[in-house]
């Protein structure tokens, strides 16, 4: 009987108990003693850190995210079901268009050397902190085939500054010059090539197209001779048919 008595007694204790449950507010770590007045549940971590739980909407908010974040941060959960905040990826980089100049530059042949790549004004800017293929194709016209057979090569890189006899830029991986051959006995012809560059500073960075007309060119028979002195590729880094353009890498 008297085991009975304290079954109802209990039962009765955790009825009355039950509505002042359902509006309970709980805290769980550190000062146990201290919740917010929306939180249903809060666990603060000794740092100060909370995951909280709204008690109206149910509403999640975790409070572990790095020092440095200042924008919306990405939810990501590990392999031990660990779960963080981590700063947002940066938004992908756009594809970059270079610029040409109205006119370009005429390109008299020339010894293939630093000393003689000239500025032709077309240019490409590149965003800070970057790393990108920029790919440059263009035609290549002379005002007069001055030669019955043979090709001509054409040469162009990319620097730091357009004024003529400047080295490429120390900023491009890989091959530095984009080579294009042009017939001797036709008006036309075309270069193209890619390189690889990577702007470091924290500022946008602008690269300046060269190019240099070598003075040796080669016969059908593969013999070297100059070229004459009035012939000229006109318009390099103007008006073109071609491309240029940069894609972003990783």
Not at 55 to 77: C, E, F, M, R, Y
Not at 104 to 121: A, M, Q, V, Y
Not at 128 to 139: E, G, L, R
């Amino acid at each position: 009987m008297k085991k009975l008595i304290y079954l109802v007694a209990f039962l009765l204790t955790g009825a009355l108990a039950l509505p002042h449950a359902a509006h309970a507010q709980v805290k769980i770590g550190a000062n146990p003693g201290t919740i917010g007045t929306s939180s249903g549940l809060e666990v603060e971590a000794t740092n100060g850190k909370k995951v909280i739980v709204d008690k109206t909407d149910g509403t999640l908010t975790i409070q572990n995210v790095p020092a440095s974040t200042t924008n919306t941060s990405i939810l990501t959960i590990d392999a031990n079901g660990v779960v963080n905040k981590q700063t947002q990826s940066a938004p992908a980089l756009p594809i970059v268009f270079g610029t040409l100049t109205a006119t370009g530059r005429t390109l008299t042949p020339s010894p293939p050397t630093i000393s003689n790549f000239f500025g032709t004004g077309a240019s490409i800017t590149l965003p800070a902190n970057s790393k990108y293929v920029v790919n440059f194709t263009h035609t290549l016209r002379s005002s007069t085939p001055a030669v019955a057979s043979g090709t001509g090569l054409v040469r162009a890189t990319l620097s730091d500054s357009n004024a003529d006899g400047v080295v490429q830029s120390a900023d491009i991986t890989g091959p530095v010059i984009a080579l294009g051959i042009i017939n001797l006995a036709a008006t036309t012809g075309i270069l193209s090539g890619a390189f690889v560059i990577t702007n470091t500073t924290a500022s946008p960075k602008t690269y300046y197209m060269k190019g240099v007309l070598d003075v040796n060119s080669s016969t059908g028979a593969g013999s070297s001779y100059n070229l004459p002195a009035g012939y000229s590729i006109f318009g390099f880094g103007g008006p073109s048919e071609g491309g240029f353009y940069g894609i972003p890498v990783n």
